[in-house]
Every structure is written in structure tokens, then in C-alpha cells.
């Protein structure tokens, strides 16, 4: 999708862009759940080289509202005290004007802002007049779906408010089909705005792409590879007892160790490959599904011609024979084996639904 390209003020003196280009990285568990669980984290990722940055989700924006919602505002208080016993600087994520001014009166170093605030221009004018007068670092996450405007005009808004020192956060996208990750990369989307505005520091959120401890190396390795400035992990000393995404979570020992092997540029076999041949398939199945719309646009034309030519009832009952027949023979070719039955027999009952055509008056849309 095209956008604007209106100029974008960054500070030179970043927050989020190193000069001596070594990746800013960033790490903490993805729910504050105590004041223990949040001091043992960040003591442990503190000794990890290149962490100076310490995450922890405080409010979770829930799609469902019996879902764990975090802690609330006790949790800056825990956060407060970990940059008080271990130097680190703090961020975490707000999706409002109230959780911008709570995170401010509890010293938090810097902001990032929810992917769901991002998408919704009226928090952001809220969340920037929250901001103005301040100097706060301020991260944009990627609005939940692939809008380079929304995204851009939310770093518009915190322009506007006096903002600059800013970067932006790939943390992926909602789509149709976006296994095996939790949320697609879209690395193309992240390019074009890297492409628009190169001044703009550009981090991943390897965790929240990811969704799985087995994706985190390639997808962080592609993120660098692709000129990333800096990387986001989820971290927590027992990840299994995380109330929140725990299978997207490292121990930091763990952590260690992943980073040194991007900072070394191993590659580990077959990790990278893997994420290239996941992002050939899904260019793939979005061809396949392009391709299957305008098949399903032609046999509706097919359908509509056949429908002048109706012969009553003599007619339905010959369609509803051959219908039969049809599905019988497909349901034993070899090539369908595989296929659920269920689901050939659901679309060749959808199709024959449709064949009817608009004389019958039963025209289905779901098809076409």
C-alpha cells in the first residue's frame, strides 16, 4: 500500500541506533507477575552482553476479557526498582493516554507503543498531547495489519507533540495464513518503510513474530540479515510458569546464547533456510489463493449463462445426478487421499448450491 512521504524528524543522537552499528537489543519477561519473578530476570539478563534495555509487559491488550490482563500499575513500580538495583534502562508497551501518563510519573526510560493504539489514529492524538513537553524515547509497534499510513501517521503525531526520538517495531502482522509464525513478518512491508524513511531506527520483535523458541534464531538472523537495527526478546527464569506466551519465552542462559550466535553470524544449519522456504510457500499459497478467486469468478459467469437455459424440473434432477457423480469421483482420486472428505464434500455442496444460479432465486454469494 502506498504512503505518503512526509519527512519523518528522528534525533541523530538515537536511542535506538547504535554508531557502532552493534544491534540494540532489548529483553525481559512478556508479563511483570511479581516483584521477584521481574529482580531475578533482569539481574540475570544484565550480565548477558548488549542488553541494556529491560522489557516487561504491564497492561495485555486481550481479545478475549477473562484473559490475563496484566498486572496494572503495581507492575511499574516492580519495574522502577529493577532499573534502582540494576542500572538498566526500562520500557514497556501502552495502548493509552492513561497508561503513557502512569508509565512517566514511574520514571520508565522508554515507551512502545501497542500495535493496537498504532492502528487507532484517535489514541494516538491522545497518547502524543500525554507525551508533549517530555523527551521520552518512544518505539512504534507495526499497527496489527499491513498499513504503512496508520503506521506512519502515528510518528506523525508524536512529531507533532515535539517527539523525535523515535524508532519502530516489526512485530509482525495478522493474516489469513500466517503459520507457522504467531504474526507474519511481512518483510517486504518492513523494507518499503525502511526504503521510505532509512533515517527511521527499524527493531524486530523476534518473540512475537516468532511464537516458538524454534523459529526465534532464524527469524531474528533474517531480521539483521535484512539490516534490522535491533532485536526484542521475551526472557523469563522460568518460562514454563510464564502466565503468558511461555513457549515464546527463553531462559536467559538460553538468551545468551542466541545472541551470541547472531552476533557471530553462525548459521546454524538449515534455521535460515527454513525461514526462507516458510516465506516462498506463504508467497506461494497467496498466489494459489488469487488464482482459485478468479477460477471461482469465471465458473460464476459459466453459471450464469447456464442458468438462461434452465429446463425445470428435468433439468434439476439430471444436475443433481451428475452432482453426485462428481463427487463420488473425486472423493477416489488418488491426489485427494489426503484431503479430508468432509471438506470435499462441504465445497462441491457449496458449488452445486451456487450452480443453481439466480433463476432458481437460491443464488449463494459464500462462493462467489
Known amino acids: 500500500m502506498k504512503a505518503s512521504r512526509t519527512p519523518i524528524n528522528v534525533a541523530q543522537d538515537s536511542s535506538f541506533r547504535h554508531a557502532d552499528g552493534k544491534l540494540v537489543l532489548i529483553a525481559g ?37 477473562n484473559s490475563f490482563k496484566g498486572v496494572g500499575t503495581v507492575g511499574l513500580q516492580w519495574l522502577n526498582m529493577v532499573k534502582q538495583e540494576t542500572g538498566l534502562r526500562t520500557t514497556c508497551e501502552v495502548a493509552n493516554a492513561q497508561h503513557a501518563e502512569e508509565a512517566l510519573k514511574h520514571g520508565v526510560d522508554i515507551l512502545s507503543i501497542s500495535g493496537r493504539a498504532t492502528v487507532n489514529p484517535f489514541a494516538m492524538e491522545e497518547i502524543a498531547a500525554a507525551l ?99 532485536l526484542l526478546f521475551e526472557s523469563h527464569v522460568n518460562p514454563a510458569a510464564a502466565l503468558s506466551s511461555p513457549q515464546q519465552q527463553l531462559m536467559p542462559q538460553e538468551l545468551d546464547l542466541l545472541i551470541n550466535a547472531i552476533e557471530s553470524k553462525v548459521r546454524l544449519e538449515g534455521t535460515n533456510y527454513l525461514v526462507e522456504q516458510l516465506d516462498d510457500l506463504s508467497q506461494q499459497m497467496d498466489s494459489v489463493d488469487k488464482e482459485l478467486v478468479d477460477l471461482l469468478l469465471r465458473r460464476r459467469e459459466v453459471s450464469q449463462k447456464i442458468s438462461l437455459h434452465q429446463m425445470g424440473d428435468v433439468q434439476e434432477s439430471l444436475q443433481v445426478s451428475r452432482w453426485q457423480q462428481e463427487l463420488d469421483a473425486w472423493l477416489q482420486r488418488e491426489d485427494y487421499t489426503q484431503m479430508d472428505s468432509g471438506f470435499v464434500k462441504s465445497l462441491m455442496e457449496a458449488l452445486q448450491q451456487h450452480r443453481k444460479g439466480p433463476a432458481d432465486g437460491v443464488e449463494s454469494s459464500a462462493v462467489a
Request: proline share 7%.
Open 132 to 230: 508533549k513537553g517530555t523527551r521520552m524515547p518512544v518505539l512504534v509497534n507495526n499497527p496489527v495489519y499491513p498499513d504503512l499510513r496508520l503506521w506512519l501517521g502515528a510518528l506523525e503525531r508524536l512529531n507533532h507533540a515535539d517527539i523525535t526520538d523515535l524508532g519502530v517495531i516489526n512485530r509482525g502482522f495478522s493474516a489469513d495464513e500466517q503459520y507457522p509464525y504467531r504474526s507474519h513478518p511481512r518483510w517486504d512491508h518492513m523494507l518499503q518503510l525502511q526504503q521510505m524513511h532509512p533515517e527511521l531506527p527499524l527493531l524486530c520483535d523476534a518473540a512475537h513474530i516468532a511464537g516458538r523458541r524454534s523459529l526465534l534464531y532464524p527469524v531474528s538472523q533474517k531480521a539483521v540479515d535484512l539490516g534490522a537495527d535491533g
Open 29 to 65: 519477561p512478556c508479563s511483570a507477575e511479581s516483584e521477584e519473578q521481574m529482580l531475578k530476570t533482569a539481574q540475570q539478563l544484565k550480565a548477558i552482553n548488549g542488553i541494556n534495555v529491560f522489557r516487561a509487559g504491564i497492561w495485555k491488550s486481550r481479545t478475549r476479557p
